[in-house]
């Protein structure tokens, strides 16, 4: 629900974004925590008095205009990649047919090493979504912890299967 969500945008485009739901949040967090202060607030404001509730009102809006999206468009041939703020982000184009595999892989989240027999009680398990272009670029497009590799794989399958590349599993 507050993940990235893919879309498909016509016949021959792909969207992979951070959802609504997740900026509606964090919009309507700021707007709750902003009238809280303002209301418990003395008068004249202070606004030393009132800078951490601030500074968290501030994150939660920034964090609202986070934009993270994945395009796939066969009609101009582009794969991009968008990071940023909502008005203000990064583009980053590759051709769509230099995309060699799109590649899903698990591991534990253990950093130590040591125990790689007996993994350890606080270890848990990802599963990281990349894509692999013909020049071994290799893009990070998400990552789940072990509940949340079902609905990464079907991520997978359909970038794989709309790109029409192959789907590493390991």
């Known amino acids: 629900m507050f993940g990235s969500v893919l879309k498909k945008e016509g016949t021959t485009r792909l969207c992979y974004s951070t959802s609504t739901a997740f900026r509606v949040l964090f919009f309507s967090s700021g707007v709750i925590l902003l009238y809280i202060i303002l209301k418990e607030a ?30 796939f468009d066969k009609e101009s041939n582009q794969f991009e990649k968008h990071f940023g703020l909502l008005f203000g982000y990064f583009k980053l184009a590759r051709p769509l047919d230099c995309l060699e595999c799109i590649s899903l892989n698990e591991f534990n989240g253990n950093s130590s090493g040591a125990n ?42 359909e970038i794989s299967k709309f790109c029409e590349i192959p789907l590493m599993n390991s």
């Open 42 to 71: 003395e008068q004249p404001f202070n606004f030393n008095k009132n800078i951490i509730g601030l500074s968290i009102t501030l994150i939660c809006f920034v964090s609202a205009m986070y934009l993270e999206r994945w395009v």
């Open 116 to 157: 790689e027999i007996k993994p350890s009680i606080l270890s848990r398990n990802y599963a990281s979504l990349t894509i692999v272009t013909a020049n071994k670029e290799i893009f990070k497009i998400d990552m789940a912890k072990s509940s949340g590799t079902k609905e990464l794989l079907k991520t997978a399958e």
